[in-house]
């Protein structure tokens, strides 16, 4: 005869009754998660391609968490806590670059028999690619366009591209350690591209031909440089993958597919962090 439940539960130290309490799947509310998987056609690879967009867009989600905290505390002055959360933002970077391996494993011939269900859909609509662009300090207008269809997305989109940037409260760290930028940075409107500036570049040479003396600006200055590094690795793996696969066919979201992934690589966030690398 089998053993009586509550002497397994004791053998095992488990519990087994958990009738009026939360679950791991309420508190994680795997049942929205778990059936949002709808594929369009019957092809049994759709479900990796579906996997590994929904994947990309939770670790979005997280990065954007931790990149509007590290604003927030660096305005504040509180730069250990904001290091601790850029540390955690390139290692998410490093983490979801393996997904472009797992997409790899999908064929052309494979992906060819579903692509046309994807309609004009495409990652250029991602909206959380763009919030991070935007935290960033990268910013154009015509990315907005895109989303006029959507106000409520819309408005949330234009607030961020309103917000000062990581790049603009690191530069705001620059002057109030008392160097010379250019006041017109200080209080500049938020929603213009940022433009590349010789006082914020004198600067950065300061802190990193002194180090010891600038040690938590030498420090934020290496963040940036490894969240720009990880971003330009994810854009050439996204590229490369998509040569792999569509070869240099237009893309569905309107562009020249390839080409156009290429010219993106182009994009710098911290310009003068960058360039300061030649002068050193
Ligand atoms: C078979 C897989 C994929 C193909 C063939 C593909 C193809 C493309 C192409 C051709 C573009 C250019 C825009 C267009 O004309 O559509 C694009 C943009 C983009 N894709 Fe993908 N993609 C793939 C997977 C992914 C994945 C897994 C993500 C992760 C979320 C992603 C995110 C993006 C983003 C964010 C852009 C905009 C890039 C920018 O404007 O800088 N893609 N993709
Ligand atoms: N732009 C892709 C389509 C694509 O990849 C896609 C379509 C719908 C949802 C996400 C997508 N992923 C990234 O661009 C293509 O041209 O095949």
């Given at each position: 005869m089998s053993k009586h439940l509550s002497e397994m539960e004791k053998e095992q130290g488990v519990?087994?009754?958990?009738?009026n309490n939360m679950t791991y799947g309420d508190y994680l509310q795997l049942d929205k998660i778990l059936s949002?998987?709808?594929?369009?056609?019957?092809?049994?690879?759709e479900m990796l391609f579906i996997t590994i967009h929904q994947v990309s867009e939770l670790w979005m989600k997280l990065i954007l968490h931790e990149i509007r905290a590290a604003i927030d505390h660096i305005e504040q002055d509180e730069l250990d806590p904001a290091f601790k959360m850029l540390a955690r933002v390139s290692k998410i970077q490093s983490q979801i670059i393996y997904a472009w391996d797992v997409l790899s494993t999908l064929t052309p011939s494979e992906y060819m028999e579903f692509r046309?269900?994807?309609?004009?859909?495409?990652?250029?609509?991602s909206y959380q690619y763009r919030m991070i662009e935007f935290s960033l300090?990268?910013?154009?207008?015509?990315?907005?366009?895109?989303?006029?269809?959507d106000p409520k997305l819309l408005k949330e989109l234009k607030e961020a591209y309103k917000a000062p940037s990581l790049y603009d409260t690191a530069i705001k760290q620059l002057a109030k350690a008392g160097f010379d930028i250019n006041p017109e940075l200080l209080h500049r409107d938020y929603s213009k591209p940022y433009q590349s500036d010789p006082s914020v570049e004198e600067a950065w040479l300061a802190v990193y031909k002194d180090v010891e003396t600038y040690w938590n600006l030498y420090q934020l200055a290496e963040k940036l440089i490894d969240i720009e590094d990880w971003i330009q690795q994810w854009r050439f793996r996204h590229m490369k993958t998509v040569e792999r696969i569509i070869g240099h066919k237009m893309g569905?979201?309107?562009?020249?597919g390839v080409g156009y992934l290429k010219k993106v690589?182009?994009?710098?966030?911290f310009p003068e962090l960058w360039n300061i690398r030649t002068k050193l």
């Open positions: 519990h087994t009754d958990f009738k949002s998987q709808h594929r369009l056609s019957d092809h049994h690879d046309d269900k994807l309609g004009q859909a495409s990652g250029f609509q300090g990268y910013k154009s207008d015509y990315i907005l366009k895109i989303y006029e269809k569905t979201g309107g562009s020249s690589l182009d994009h710098c966030f």
